[in-house]
C-alpha cells in the first residue's frame, strides 16, 4: 500500500461525457501528479500540483483540467468524453517541489468510455 | 523531442534464468533516471540513479547507469515467477521536474 488513495476505481461512461478522479496524496506529501496510461502509448504525465499551485504540464488536454485543493487531495476532470479517452489514470505524490525522486502511485482509476 | 526507449518490449523466460532489460534515453535536461515495477496497477519503485557507473542493488535485482552512453540496464538473477511483471524505466526532466516513462518491458517467468 503506496498511501495515495484514488476513487473510482473503475467507471464507465458515455462518449461526450464529463467525469471527475479523485486522488489523495500520501501523508505529508505536498507535490501530485497525473499520469495516464492507455496500452499504446505507456505513462504519459498530464500535469503536476504542488501544494495547491500547478507546477508542471504534460500532454494534457484542454478538454481535462485538474486542481489541487487546501487539503492536498487533487482532483482530475475529463469533459467531452471520447473513446480514445479510455485509459487507466494514475495519480502520485512525492514530499518534492522541484526535484522529483520517488513517485508513490496509487491504484489507478480505469475509465472506460463507450 | 525527450524520450525513453525501452527493449525488449516482452520477455519470457523460465525460472532460474537471469534477464537484462535494457532502457535508452534522450533527455535534455537530465536528472535521474528511476526503475519501476508494474504488476497488476501501481507502479513501485525499485531504483533510482543519478550517477554514472554506480552499481545499485536488491536483493536479486542491480540496476546501472551510463550517463556517457545515456543507458540503463536493469539484471534480475535467478528470476522467479514473481518477477513477472512490467517493468518501467524514466528519467526526471529538470526543467519540468517529471518523470518520462518509457513503454515498459513485460516480463514473463514461466515454472
Known amino acids: 500500500d503506496s498511501g495515495v488513495t484514488q476513487t473510482p476505481k473503475h467507471l464507465i461512461t458515455a462518449t461526450g461525457q464529463r467525469v471527475t478522479l479523485r486522488c489523495s496524496p500520501r501523508?505529508?506529501?505536498?507535490?501530485v501528479y497525473w499520469y495516464q496510461q492507455s496500452l499504446d502509448q505507456g505513462l504519459q504525465f498530464l500535469i503536476q500540483?504542488?501544494?495547491?499551485?500547478?507546477?508542471a504540464k504534460g500532454n494534457i488536454l484542454e478538454r481535462f483540467s485538474a486542481q489541487q485543493f487546501p487539503d492536498l487531495h487533487s482532483e482530475l476532470n475529463l469533459s467531452s468524453l471520447e473513446l480514445g479517452d479510455s485509459a487507466l489514470y494514475f495519480c502520485?505524490?512525492?514530499?518534492?517541489?522541484?526535484?522529483?525522486?520517488?513517485?508513490?502511485f496509487g491504484e489507478g482509476s480505469r475509465l472506460t468510455v463507450l | 523531442e525527450d524520450k525513453v526507449v525501452q527493449s525488449p518490449l516482452s520477455l519470457v523466460v523460465h525460472e532460474g534464468d537471469t534477464v537484462t532489460l535494457n532502457c535508452s534515453y534522450e533527455v535534455t535536461n537530465f536528472r535521474s533516471l528511476l526503475w519501476y515495477k508494474q504488476e497488476k496497477k501501481a507502479p513501485t519503485f525499485l531504483f533510482m540513479l543519478?550517477?554514472?557507473?554506480i552499481e545499485k542493488k536488491s536483493g536479486r535485482l542491480s540496476s546501472i547507469l551510463d550517463k556517457k552512453e545515456l543507458f540503463s540496464i536493469l539484471n534480475i538473477t535467478a528470476t522467479q515467477t514473481g518477477d513477472s511483471a512490467i517493468y518501467l524505466c524514466a528519467v526526471e526532466e529538470g526543467s519540468q521536474g517529471n518523470l518520462i516513462f518509457g513503454k515498459g518491458t513485460k516480463l514473463s517467468v514461466k515454472p
Open positions: 502520485a505524490s512525492s514530499v518534492a517541489r522541484l526535484a522529483v525522486g520517488e513517485l508513490f
Open positions: 543519478t550517477s554514472s557507473g
Open positions: 500540483y504542488y501544494n495547491g499551485e500547478e507546477r
Open positions: 501523508s505529508g506529501d505536498l507535490s
